[in-house]
């Protein structure tokens, strides 16, 4: 009797049923990692709104208790993963506030108090939070808004550090106090400012840059030092300092005087003003510079953009 034959049994699976398994497997991990990616977006998106309108919240206290928005986002609900990017405008009283949390990115503002998607002008993604350059003349662009004490005053074009004219006060005495002084910028009692501008002269003698603290009538309510015997040489010189706006401070006037004896050829130069609210100093930008904008009139106005 012939030996009987057993048919074959297959115990695995073939390479093509391998590869459609490894394939199906795919789909299902991209689809599942799609949806965990979405689920994360949509949390970090839930996350941040509701921190935005935490946020908005508290501004809008302040701004009722105050009379005006908080200068910084210092303080201001946020949950581990939201970082703020915050802009004020100290003239107009108004702030624009964008969150990020990941990859989502919403902003509110004084004027748009629903959280939309995006960020403020100037706000990039991990980017620098935009400032404002409160003064209302920056570089002296515009003729006027200026004054001198013993001294008279005018708008020369060429060599300016900032722009193409700058103010230059030529002495009336020759003794005694003297300067340029003009309205500078509007403040909020009780906040702190910083006061950079750049000056030059003919002569070495030493300048005393001061603030003068005025009411809405425009009535001195106190000054304040901001440095004083800067030595003066024909280059531009930068001068800088903070003080703090005291009660009933509507504007900040700038003076640039001279105390001790000279001749009446003598003069200073000022121009390239930068007035920020803080202690941080900035490099010189107005609305003139790439990334700024205008408050209002070009260069008889506030303008903002990212710090230089």
């Known amino acids: 009797m012939s030996a009987l034959s057993h048919p074959h049994h297959r115990s695995g699976f073939t390479i093509v049923e391998l590869l459609i398994v490894i394939v199906v497997i795919g789909i299902l991990a991209v689809l599942a990692i799609g949806a965990f990616s979405r689920a994360q977006d949509q949390a970090r998106a839930a996350s941040v709104q509701s921190d935005l309108k935490a946020s908005a919240k508290q501004l809008e206290k302040t701004n009722t208790e105050t009379g005006a928005y908080p200068a910084t986002a210092a303080g201001l609900p946020a949950s581990p993963n939201t970082t703020y990017q915050y802009a004020y405008d100290s003239a107009a009283n108004t702030y624009c506030l964008t969150g990020e949390n990941g990859n989502q990115m919403f902003t509110i503002s004084s004027s748009e108090r629903a959280p939309k998607q995006g960020g403020c002008f100037g706000h990039n993604a991990g980017g620098p939070t935009v400032i404002t350059n409160l003064a209302t003349r920056p570089s002296f662009e515009v003729a006027g808004g200026v004054n001198a004490y013993n001294a008279t005053y005018g708008f020369p074009s060429g060599g300016a550090y900032a722009g193409t004219s700058f103010v230059r006060a030529t002495r009336t005495n020759t003794t005694g106090q003297g300067g340029p002084w003009w309205d500078a910028a509007f403040v909020q009692p009780g906040r702190t400012y910083r006061l950079t501008l750049h000056a030059r002269s003919n002569v070495t003698s030493p300048r005393d840059v001061s603030i003068e603290w005025m009411s809405g ?84 106005s506030t303008s903002s953009g990212m710090a230089q």
Do not use: C
């Open 217 to 300: 009538s425009f009535s001195i309510i106190s000054v304040s030092p901001v440095q004083a015997s800067v030595p003066m040489t024909s280059n531009w010189t930068r001068i800088s300092g903070t003080a703090t706006a005291p009660a009933g401070a509507n504007w900040m006037r700038v003076t640039v005087y001279t105390n001790g004896p000279g001749t009446t050829s003598d003069y200073v130069d000022v121009d390239g003003v930068i007035i920020t609210e803080g202690t941080n100093t900035y490099n010189y930008a107005d609305g003139s510079t790439a990334g700024w904008t205008w408050g209002g009139t070009a260069h008889a």
